[in-house]
């Protein structure tokens, strides 16, 4: 995923893995994940909170996983406001917003649009 895209279009991309349970998810994101710290880096890399830097450290690690969307939805709900760290090919920063947007759109069927009205 890139951030170029907007929230409503990543979180309409997740739409199809709702009903997928969360033991299965995490199934796939271990069996085809392809977290690349551990080639990239000589010790597992950490992460500074600062959007830029953590941004291109997540488009380093996660280039070419094969499990970035699966990934994505298992942190948006295990880790939801309060995730840290790059997971799913993005950063903290830009998981906390995209959190807001999905999870309206999976209560609701519906996004939330910038101004906080409903689509
Ligand atoms: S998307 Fe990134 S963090 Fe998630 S499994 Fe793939 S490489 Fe690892």
Do not use: K, Y
Request: proline share 3%; aromatic share 6%; charged share 30%.
């Amino acid at each position: 995923m890139n951030t170029s895209r907007s929230h409503e279009q990543m979180s309409a991309e997740l739409d199809g893995l709702a009903e997928v349970p969360s033991d299965v998810l995490a199934s796939w994101v271990s069996d085809r994940g392809r977290c690349q710290w551990e080639a990239t880096f000589d010790e597992r890399p950490e992460w500074t909170g600062e959007g830029d830097a953590d941004r291109g450290l997540a488009a380093q690690i996660c280039a070419g996983c094969l499990a970035r969307a699966e990934c994505l939805e298992l942190e948006l709900r295990i880790g939801g406001a309060q995730t840290v760290g790059v997971w799913g090919a993005l950063n903290e920063e830009d998981r906390r917003a995209l959190h807001e947007v999905w999870s309206c759109r999976r209560r609701t069927g519906r996004d939330l649009m910038p101004s906080g009205e409903w689509s």
